[in-house]
């Protein structure tokens, strides 16, 4: 892998775990919404990652005549989907939004499972963030010994 693409590597990462962290928050920040522009309670989005490959076969990847070459180069944001759980019901008889027996639709987040996924996301950009950093000491020192 060369320095170059190591960094497009982590630099995707990175952004693609900011897109996570933003749609974490999103959900947290909705955890109590009941209606909503669309009608109903707010549902929970959760984003699709995928690893973009650069589409050689595997006898190309043996045959190739740099093996520097990765053939994962990048990670992307496939998309954001809607989680299709049910919205929890919570008895609020006093609330605008309740139902006829007193049951308010809630949104489908669940907090804690929220947190330990923004926890996770944001390890992950802290993992991409100190490749990246890595990959530029490398270069910059192959650089340095360039110039002695």
Do not use: C, W
């Not at 919404?33 to 669309?38: A, D, G, I, L, V």
């Not at 299709?84 to 605008?96: D, V, W």
């Amino acid at each position: 892998m060369s320095f170059l693409s190591a960094l497009t590597v982590s630099v995707s990462g990175m952004s693609a775990q900011r897109q996570r962290v933003n749609t974490i928050s999103e959900n947290i920040a909705n955890a109590q919404t009941t209606r909503t522009p669309q009608g109903g309670p707010y549902r929970r989005r959760e984003v699709i990652l995928a690893a973009v490959s650069n589409d050689r076969t595997f006898e190309q990847e043996l045959r190739a005549q740099d093996r520097s070459l990765s053939t994962a180069t990048e990670v992307k944001v496939v998309g954001i989907v809607q989680d299709n759980r049910p919205p929890i019901l919570r008895y609020e008889p006093g609330h605008p939004d309740a139902n006829v027996e007193g049951y308010v639709e809630m949104p489908n987040v669940k907090v804690i499972e929220e947190m330990v996924n923004l926890m996770t996301a944001s390890r992950s950009y802290e993992a991409n963030a100190a490749a990246f950093n890595a990959a530029k000491g490398m270069a910059q020192a192959a650089l340095d010994l360039g110039r002695a």
